[in-house]
């Protein structure tokens, strides 16, 4: 059984995952990526994961990104991860944005638009079309760049130190995006005009805040899994 998620105060292989995401909703997100459907009745984590042929580590890790602000996992943790099923899981949310999330929020765009004045609707079209252009290069990059380059050192081939690389470029692209969703979050806060419901007008912020918080979290799962398994990686190849 994995130490790390026995000694973990959040979750236990043995609690029920209807449990879980009763007491931690983030967790949502995070099972279609995986592959967990719902409908799991009282079966437990650990159940579920050997079922849906999940690794009960993998399932931890990223289940605590995003339940614990202040996690960061431990080079140990990350070895016990195979790099090529976090970069499955991050390709599946890459695919999950741009799918259904992105998707879902422009449907909101039509209802919100049509009765705002010209200018207003004008400025906030621009904004999101600029957010997801940012958010579009950056799942380029990783699926271009950062992906092949952890494939290249998991089979040895790999020579060229690009950790620093990485992170530099990781970080201006995720300032870009989170400055550039904050951007369009108030001006959707301030400038909905009254013509709109009210309900209309909730869901949108809502989904907007909620889009905020899970990009924050994938962002997350760079900083604090990807960036430090690359580095661990590069100095294991260089040994």
């Given at each position: 059984?994995?130490?790390?998620?026995?000694?973990?105060?959040?979750?236990?292989?043995?609690?029920k995952?209807?449990?879980?995401?009763?007491?931690?909703?983030?967790?949502?997100?995070?099972?279609?990526?995986?592959?967990?459907?719902?409908?799991?009745?009282?079966?437990?984590?650990?159940?579920?994961?050997?079922?849906q042929?999940?690794?009960?580590?993998?399932?931890?890790?990223?289940?605590?990104?995003?339940?614990?602000?202040?996690y960061?996992?431990?080079?140990?943790?990350?070895?016990?991860?195979?790099?090529?099923?976090?970069?499955?899981?991050?390709?599946?949310?890459?695919?999950?944005?741009?799918?259904?999330?992105f998707?879902?929020?422009?449907?909101?765009?039509?209802?919100?638009?049509?009765?705002?004045?010209?200018?207003?609707?004008?400025?906030i079209?621009?904004?999101?079309?600029?957010?997801?252009?940012?958010?579009?290069?950056?799942?380029?990059?990783?699926?271009?760049?950062?992906?092949?380059?952890?494939?290249?050192?998991?089979?040895?081939?790999?020579?060229?130190?690009?950790e620093?690389?990485?992170?530099?470029?990781?970080?201006?692209?995720?300032?870009?995006?989170?400055?550039?969703?904050?951007?369009?979050?108030?001006?959707?806060?301030?400038?909905?005009?009254?013509?709109?419901?009210?309900?209309e007008?909730?869901?949108?912020?809502?989904?907007?805040?909620?889009?905020?918080?899970?990009?924050?979290k994938?962002?997350?799962?760079?900083?604090?899994?990807?960036?430090?398994?690359?580095?661990?990686?590069?100095?294991?190849?260089?040994?």
């Amino acid at each position: 059984m994995d130490s790390a998620m026995n000694t973990n105060p959040y979750l236990s292989p043995k609690m029920k995952m209807a449990d879980a995401i009763n007491q931690y909703h983030s967790l949502l997100t995070v099972l279609p990526r995986l592959g967990i459907p719902l409908g799991f009745g009282e079966k437990s984590i650990e159940q579920l994961c050997t079922e849906q042929h999940v690794s009960l580590p993998l399932f931890t890790l990223i289940s605590r990104v995003y339940i614990q602000t202040d996690y960061y996992p431990s080079i140990e943790e990350l070895r016990q991860c195979p790099m090529n099923d976090i970069l499955q899981y991050l390709q599946q949310s890459h695919q999950d944005y741009l799918e259904n999330k992105f998707p879902h929020i422009e449907q909101h765009f039509n209802a919100l638009l049509e009765p705002m004045d010209k200018k207003y609707s004008t400025l906030i079209v621009n904004f999101y079309k600029e957010f997801k252009k940012e958010v579009v290069k950056h799942f380029q990059y990783e699926e271009k760049v950062v992906f092949p380059y952890m494939r290249q050192i998991l089979s040895e081939n790999e020579t060229d130190n690009g950790e620093h690389h990485h992170k530099s470029a990781f970080q201006q692209q995720h300032d870009d995006i989170e400055d550039t969703l904050n951007d369009l979050t108030n001006l959707l806060l301030k400038y909905i005009p009254a013509e709109v419901s009210s309900s209309e007008r909730v869901d949108m912020l809502l989904d907007m805040y909620a889009l905020s918080n899970d990009i924050g979290k994938h962002a997350m799962m760079e900083d604090r899994i990807l960036l430090p398994y690359i580095q661990y990686l590069e100095s294991q190849s260089h040994d």
